[in-house]
Structures are given as C-alpha cells and as structure tokens.
C-alpha cells in the first residue's frame, strides 16, 4: 500500500493506457463486454484516485511527487505531484470518465472499441496535465488531449461534426504553438542563468525575468489558456464543438477540458510572469465581464438545448476567469471551487439533454412540452440540476459564485456589480428553458416516453449527491485548496512590490552577483 501511495500519480497516468491495451485484446469479445470493461477500469481509476484526497493535507506545498530522470543531456525529467489547485480537477477528471461511458452505453454502437479507447488516453493525458511538474511532460499531456477529442467529435458527432472538430483543433492548435515558443524560451533562459537546461516548473520559477518579457511570455501562455478556457472573443469553436459532439464528449469538454485553461492561468501565468499578469490584468477582467454577459445572452435566443447549455459555460467560466485575475485569496479559492462545480453543474446538464436526444432524437426546445407528466422522476431531477447551475444556495454553483464575486468586489466593484447581472441572466435562460420544455400541454411524439432507467439512475445520482455535499458543506474541499492558493497570491503580491524597488537582472552574470 506505501508503494501505491508513493506512485499514485503514475498509476493514475498510466492505467487507462493499460486499460486501452485491455480493450484492443478484448474487441473480439463483442460491443457489451467493452462497454462493461472500459466502466469497470474508469470506475478502479476513480476509487485509487480516492488516495490523493484523503492522503492530502492541507499544505501548501506539492504532494505525492514522483521524479525520475528521462533525458538528462536536454533536461528533461519525468516529475508529477498535485497541490491544492490540482487535487480536485484531478478528481473530477476520474468522477466524470465513468459517467461519461454510463452516458455513451446506448448512443454508441459504431467503432465502440474505438470510441472507449479514446474516451480512456483522455483521460490519461487529463491526470497528466494536471500533475506534470515538468513542463516538456505538461505539453505532451496538453497536446495529446487533442487527438482523441477529435475523433470523438469528428467520428461520433452530429451532422456538422467535421466542420466543429476541425474548428477545435485549430484554435487549440494556433494556441497550443504561441505556449510552445514561451516554453522554449523558458527552457534557454534556465542555461543561461541558472547553468543547466531544464524544463522542470521548479527551475523555472527561479527565472529572474525583465517586465518586457514578461509581458510577452504571458501573452504566448494566456491565449492558449484564454481559448481553452474559453475567454470573450476566443470562445467561438465551443458552441460548434457542444453541438456536435456526442454526450460523453460534451460532458468532458465542459467537465475537464475548459478547466485546463483556468489551471494554466494559475499554474504559469501567475507565479511565472506577475508583471505580465498585473499590466493585463484591466483587460483580462474586461473580457470576463464581457463574456459573463454575452454568453448568458446568447443563451437566451438559442433554440437548441446543447448550444444553450454550450453560451451558458462561456458565461459561468467568464466567473472563473474573473476570480483568477481579481487575484484574492478568497476570489481564486472561489475559482478553483468553482470549475469543479462548473463541471459538475454542467456536465450533468449535457447528461441529461443527451438522456433527452436518446428518447426523441431531436434537440430543438420547440419540439417538447409537458414532459413533467409524461417524465416526472426526469424533470425533478433535471430542475435540481438547473438549480444548482442557476447558482441556488444549498447547492455546489452558489459557494463558487459568492466566493468570487465577494472577493473581487474590494479590487473590481464596477465589475463585480456588471458580472452579477450574469446570474439574474442565468436565472432567466434556464427558467425559461424548463418551462418550454416541461411545462404546457404535451404533444403525442412526448406523451409515451420512457421515465429514468437504472443506468441513468446511476450516472446521474453521484452527481446530484456532491451538488449537494459542495452546496452545505464545501469546507473538507475549501481547507484543502486554501493554503495553495493563499501562498500563490501572498508570492504574486511580493513579486509585484519587490519589482517596483528592485532592478531587473537581465543576465546570468548579474543573477549570480545578486544571490551572492
């Protein structure tokens, strides 16, 4: 059991990867058997998971680290290790995976070795992006994501499925390259200044960089985040991508995928380039705001219930981003807090419309009514769900949202004052949305639908169970997360006030003669 706890990371990379090999040996034994193989290794990757939680104490510091040397003559490690800001994406990414795959058991029935295969290197790569400790590792992790996603749009999606996947592949790709040009930059400056290449984050935050390059390094990292995220106006590929990509995809883009951008801002953009973070951080918050309204917005006109639920993240995340760049304590602990209950939230919000696609094949809110008649179980379920995204107290989307919203207010109050129209704008598009779909008379195509089967039950009830757990007792995960980002801003806030009255070493030379 000690071993496992000391390699609980690389456990948790490396066995959907064996997972994938079990399936390819196994794709003779028909579709049922891989559909129970690919749920049983989803549901062992979230119980060993489990380990990082209760092993976790509430430190700021990196825990369950691994490191080993993988190419020493270009300093490359392999190093993974998981703090208060990663614990919980982690854990969401092995708490979602097997929903996801409850979510696909009907709906896929072409390629399905495939569909699991690639359902699973997401998920490795997912844990690998949020504990790569080595930054050569995180983009490998980060560009590998792609691949699968593509195919589970471009291969299981809906009629304009190419046209959305090639559209996400290359927004995340032009990003993808700016990111990797800071890396190697990075990666020269840890010879020239500190005598030997490395691509270990460690190394890298001992950087001594000026304000100018720092500005621009923060520019080649963001707009790979800000896409991912995504932030106002880079957030076009999403609704495209939601629309067409079948459930299981739709529930791990908004789940896990878009989180990664609200990670990278906290992971590099803020401990690495705090002078670049302060100078955009007007504009940043501008644009945040400006997508809280402008997604809820959209919301409001869409006749299609995926691309409403697709406007309405670009509105929720538009919160996160806010929260990060208000940088309180209590604003980027609600940040962190509230991408989980952001994946929660919605990605039971995808589960549900997917549930409702498999019963009437269509998507369009015009084409329901009544069905609180003819789906009780259904649309009470499905009302708590929108409860809790609409930000309800007693539910997971209120803590987040107060969180970030009281602790922007003392930096930002004219943003804070607009954002929280965004909420009475939430409250409106999803209202309404239940009401046209649950309420009023019931056509004959919805009076003879099937209420919730137990496959459905059991995807759908762990979820409504920690909306519940984060709504009236977040603290267990709050202690966690606090220390982390407490010592991320307290370091941020020096950086800024020791760079105002310090020189900028610009050299190795003068490096040296500062430390001396």
Request: hydrophobic fraction near 55%.
């Amino acid at each position: 059991m000690s071993w496992l706890n000391e390699h609980i990371l690389t456990v948790l990379i490396l066995l959907p990867l064996a997972g994938v090999g079990f399936l390819l040996a196994a794709r003779s034994l028909g579709n049922e058997f891989l559909k129970r193989g690919a749920f049983l290794i989803t549901v062992l990757e979230f119980l060993l998971s489990l380990i990082l939680f209760t092993g976790f104490e509430a430190t700021a510091k990196f825990q369950f680290t691994e490191q080993t040397v993988w190419i020493p003559a270009w300093g490359i490690n392999y190093s993974v290790g998981v703090d208060g800001i990663s614990l919980f994406l982690i854990l969401l990414t092995t708490f979602l995976m097997p929903i996801a795959v409850l979510a696909s058991w009907k709906s896929v029935e072409k390629s399905v070795t495939s569909f699991f295969v690639s359902l699973l290197i997401m998920e490795s790569a997912m844990v690998g992006v949020f504990s790569a400790l080595d930054l050569f590792f995180f983009y490998i992790f980060w560009e590998a994501i792609l691949i699968p996603m593509y195919f589970l749009i471009g291969v299981w999606g809906s009629k304009k499925r190419i046209y959305a996947a090639i559209k996400y592949v290359l927004f995340t790709m032009v990003g993808s390259l700016f990111m990797l040009v800071g890396i190697l930059y990075l990666y020269s400056q840890t010879t020239a200044q500190l005598g030997a290449a490395s691509l270990a984050y460690e190394d890298m935050s001992r950087l001594v960089l000026s304000s100018g390059i720092q500005y621009w390094l923060f520019l080649a990292f963001a707009l790979s985040f800000a896409i991912k995220i995504p932030l106002f106006p880079f957030h076009t590929w999403l609704p495209d991508a939601h629309t067409e990509a079948p459930t299981a995809g739709s529930i791990i883009l908004a789940g896990v995928l878009l989180k990664m951008g609200g990670y990278g801002f906290l992971r590099f953009c803020v401990p690495l380039f705090p002078l670049g973070m302060k100078e955009f951080i007007p504009l940043i918050i501008t644009l945040a705001v400006v997508g809280i309204i402008y997604g809820a917005l959209m919301a409001l006109v869409q006749p299609d219930l995926k691309r409403l639920v697709a406007f309405s993240s670009v509105s929720h995340l538009g919160f996160v981003v806010l929260g990060i760049f208000a940088l309180t304590s209590r604003s980027v602990t609600g940040s962190v807090i509230q991408m989980v209950n952001h994946g929660l939230a919605t990605g039971a919000l995808f589960l549900m419309v997917g549930m409702l696609y498999e019963r009437r094949h269509t998507r369009m809110i015009a084409d329901f009514g009544g069905l609180a008649k003819s789906l009780p179980r259904f649309s009470v379920v499905f009302l708590i769900v929108v409860l809790a995204s609409a930000g309800l107290p007693g539910l997971n989307g209120f803590v987040g949202e107060f969180l970030i919203l009281s602790g922007s207010y003392e930096p930002h109050p004219a943003a804070v004052v607009i954002s929280a129209l965004g909420i009475i704008l939430a409250a409106v598009y999803l209202f309404w949305m239940v009401e046209r779909v649950f309420f009023g008379p019931v056509s004959e195509e919805n009076s003879g639908l099937k209420d919730l089967m137990s496959r459905e039950w059991l995807a759908i009830v762990p979820m409504i169970v920690m909306m519940v757990w984060l709504g009236i007792y977040p603290k267990p995960f709050l202690d966690k997360i606090e220390p982390s980002v407490d010592k991320l801003v307290k370091d941020f806030n020096t950086a800024i006030s020791e760079t105002e009255n310090t020189p900028i070493v610009l050299n190795r030379e003068s490096f040296e003669e500062v430390n001396e």
